[in-house]
Each structure stands twice: as C-alpha cells, then as structure tokens.
C-alpha cells in the first residue's frame, strides 16, 4: 500500500513578504495548490509559467452586481470587459450568466460573435477603431461608442445612408475629476450631431473613469443624465448609460496588512533619507513602489468592493434626487463593463523554479520559468504574496529572504519587486502560485519577447482540464 501523502493543503507560512500581504483564495484555488503533483503535471504537459482559469466565480460576481441594482428596481446589465482576459471561456461564462461583452479591438470583435453573443450584448468601445472594425461592428449591428468627430466621420462613411446606432462617449467636465483623452465634452457632441444630422442615432451614453470612487461616478452620472435629456429632446431615443469600469474589488482580506505594509515602506524610506537602514530592504534597490509620486499601484485593499459600491452609486445624489430614482424616472438601463471585479476569483498562475543562487552582492534570488510580462498590469507591482507548492513528504531546505527573477536578459527583470521569506527555503520541484492573477495580470501586457512563446491558457471544469480555445486557431478573424 502506498502511503505517501498526495495531498496536503496549501502552508502558505512556505512564502511570505516579511510585511505579508495574504491573498484571498477561492475554494476551487485551494484545491488545486493542496495537490503538487497535478500542479507540476500541468507545468509538464503546457510549460511553466501555466494559466489556470475556473470561471465559476464570474457569475457569482455579476449576481452581486445585479442584485444591488435590483434592490432599486433599476435596469441593468453587465458588459463583461473582454481585454481584462483573453480566454474564450470567460465570453462564454458571461454569454451564459445572460451578460454581455465589451470589446476592444476587431479580433475581440470577431471572436465573441463568432463565439454567439447577441450583437445587442455586446459593446465596442476600442480607443482607436480601424474602418474595417467600424463595417464588422455595423454589419453586425453592434452599438460603437463613439470617442471623437474624425470617428464619428469614418463611421458614417461606412455606414452610408442607413446610419447608424452609437454611444456618445463623454469626457467629464465635473471639476476633480481627472481630465481624460478619451469621449468628448456634450456640448462638442452636439455640435457634431448638428453636423451629421439624422444617420447618426444615439442610443446611449457612455463614460469610462479612471480611479474606482463611487463619488466621480456618482457625478458623472449627473453630467450624463443631463446629456441624456438633451439628447432625447434634440429627438434621439436614448435608452442607456454606461459607466464603464472600475468597478473596486480586494485581492486581501486584511485591511491592516495593507496598512502595515505602507506604514513599513514610509519608515523605511524615512530612514534612508536620514542616510540609515542599509540591511532590511523591503523591495528590489529600495523601490518606493510609487511613494515617490512616480507612478502608481493597484489598491490591492478596497473596503467597499462591487455589490456594496454599486449601492453607494445608486443610492447617491443627482439633481435633488438619487441616482436610482433619476434612473427609474426616465426609464434608462445602466449598463457597467467591469473587466477586474467580475474576474475575481477566476484565475492563477503556475510557474517552476529555474535556479536559486546570489547576486555579486550576496542578494539571494531565486529564477522561475517565467517573465515578468507575466504576472503584472500597467500598474509598478502585484502586491500579493506568492504561494509555494510542495509536495508533502518534501524535506526543508535552508531559510532564504529572496527576490524572484525571471526569464528576459535585464538586470531588472523582477517577477515581483518585493523581497520575499521562505522559512523552509525553496527546493526546485517547487511550484510558485500566483492567485487571482485573472483580471489583467496574465494578459494584460504578456509579451513574446525574446522569442519565448506565451503562456497556456488551461480551463479548469468539474471534470477536468482544458485547453483554451484562444490558443487554437482562432475563428472568424
Ligand atoms: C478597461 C475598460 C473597462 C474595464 O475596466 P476595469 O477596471 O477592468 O473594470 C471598461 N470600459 C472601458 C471603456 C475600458 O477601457
């Protein structure tokens, strides 16, 4: 009889920021991290790093959204942003929870109606749009949220003399609110819809915002109900706004990690500026994460995340009235397109270790099967600790404080830019698990530079494994 343990669940004291910052786990993710040896034969058969995706979680996230938009008796519907991740399977886990797609570019375009999503659900919002994705969106007839007049003209010159449906996109004009490159203000849309005249019919209107505050949507929303009105009284049957994305969600359960986190790096950046601290860096050459105003991280801790926040939008205040009511009065469906907060929970990434040795300097790292293109957004770092999975009559190797390097030839090549614990070092059959990296983080800018292929897209089912479709040959294109 074989005794040998398979299964053990994860220990996630194997690796640890030394402030960690504990991701939030699904029950599927945790199933999966409990077994190494299904870990490591996945990184076998589709190569190290390996996306896993269980899309369960993403009709459970739009039922949250759904059910705070019932409470007011709204109108609502979901556009799940399709460039948050490519797999097919999440446009057909949306397709089946009812909800729609928005997209951002003609293969996007392409490949959710050839996956058979109604046009009616779906949604173009490409920040620059291609004639030849203008004539797919028109032929199929697909709403195009309109950013600009120059857009505005390729459009009609496509469209001919049966026009077309569109969203108006609008820049805010509310004060504090960030200036934004995309849309335009109302008052230019209605100048350019006096020029166009009556092939131009305007079905909704759209704003995307930078930043997650219920309060600049909450604004905004009055900009655009008024717009809105104008609109419908310049004849136009307007039927929806659209307040895009950004919807807040939390990667951490714990708001005093985040906060002990912050706390440790202004300390020590205090420190050094008194010229002290030269052991006990946080992160890779002291990297102030932002704090410096260079840039910026994701808040991996939010406090009111999609059905709470939803809430906070309806119930604000528009012209003496809640958003919910103003809503209601003029009998408009809102629509979202979260692309984040509805594939929480949907995804991690799997990679095996390469090498452990020291940097000139005697700074520890430990190399993975993988580049940093990875495993990032736009934003400086992920600021979750990673997993390490062992299998479970592995011995210990020695204790390390490390940093994790990756697979493209430059010295800053960081797979995650904070300094790491591993209390029972790292052995090579290791498998390092990064959690919730499905929104953004695993496709958002994954390059093939250097000629390293991207990484496989696995779908995890109740049965099983399988590939995504996205990497086949791709139809409809
Ligand atoms: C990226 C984007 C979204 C999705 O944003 P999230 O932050 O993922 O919710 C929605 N709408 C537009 C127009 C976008 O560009």
Redesign the pocket.
């Known amino acids: 009889m074989n005794t040998t343990p398979t299964r053990a669940p994860v220990d996630r004291s194997l690796c640890a920021g030394p402030q960690p910052l504990t991701a939030r786990l699904e029950p599927w993710m945790r199933d999966l991290l409990a077994d190494h040896e299904v870990c490591r034969a996945l990184i076998a058969e589709h190569g190290s790093p390996v996306n896993v995706i269980d899309t369960a979680p993403l009709a459970r996230n739009i039922g949250e959204l759904r059910a705070a938009a019932a409470a007011h008796g709204v109108d609502f519907e979901v556009y799940v942003?399709r460039?948050?991740n490519k797999a097919l399977a999440v446009v057909d886990a949306a397709r089946a929870a009812g909800a729609g797609v928005?997209v951002?570019s003609d293969d996007e375009l392409a490949q959710v109606l050839d996956r058979g999503v109604e046009p009616e659900k779906i949604i173009l919002?490409s920040?620059v749009k291609p004639p030849a994705t203008l004539r797919r969106a028109l032929d199929a007839g697909v709403v195009v949220?309109l950013d600009n007049r120059d857009e505005l003209d390729d459009l009609l010159a496509e469209a001919g003399a049966g026009g077309a449906d569109v969203a108006l996109?609008i820049a805010a004009q509310t004060a504090g609110v960030r200036p934004t490159r995309?849309g335009l203000a109302p008052a230019e849309w209605i100048e350019a819809l006096g020029v166009a005249g009556d092939r131009v019919r305007v079905a909704g209107v759209?704003f995307?915002l930078h930043g997650?505050a219920a309060a600049d949507r909450i604004a905004v929303l009055g900009e655009a109900l008024a717009f809105v009105d104008r609109l419908r009284g310049h004849g136009h049957d307007v039927r929806f706004v659209d307040i895009?994305?950004?919807?807040p969600m939390t990667y951490l359960d714990d708001r005093t990690q985040w906060d002990e986190f912050w706390a440790a790096m202004r300390a020590r950046r205090a420190d050094l500026a008194a010229g002290g601290a030269l052991t006990g860096e946080l992160t890779w050459n002291d990297d102030p994460l932002g704090l410096d105003g260079s840039g910026g991280v994701y808040p991996f801790w939010q406090e009111a995340t999609r059905g709470p926040w939803l809430e906070e939008v309806l119930t604000g205040r528009v012209g003496g009235t809640s958003v919910a009511t103003a809503l209601r009065e003029r009998g408009l469906q809102l629509r979202c397109?979260?692309?984040?907060?509805?594939l929480d929970g949907c995804g991690l990434t799997l990679a095996s270790v390469a090498f452990r040795k020291k940097r000139a300097d005697g700074v520890p790292l430990v190399g993975l099967h993988m580049n940093r293109t990875q495993m990032r957004s736009t934003s400086l770092d992920v600021l979750m600790d990673p997993l390490l999975v062992r299998p479970p009559d592995a011995a210990g190797a020695d204790p390390v404080e490390a940093y994790l390097v990756g697979a493209y030839c430059i010295e800053d090549e960081l797979i995650l830019r904070r300094r790491l614990s591993f209390p029972a070092g790292v052995r090579r059959d290791d498998v390092v698990a990064f959690p919730n990296t499905g929104?953004?983080l695993m496709h958002i800018i994954e390059s093939a530079s250097h000629q390293i292929p991207l990484a496989a897209n696995v779908i995890r089912r109740a049965n099983g494994f399988e590939g995504d479709l996205i990497d086949g040959p791709v139809a409809g294109a």
């Open positions: 942003a460039k948050a928005d951002a919002t920040a949220s996109r995309f759209h995307h997650y895009g994305g950004g919807i397109e979260p692309g984040r907060a509805l929104g953004y």
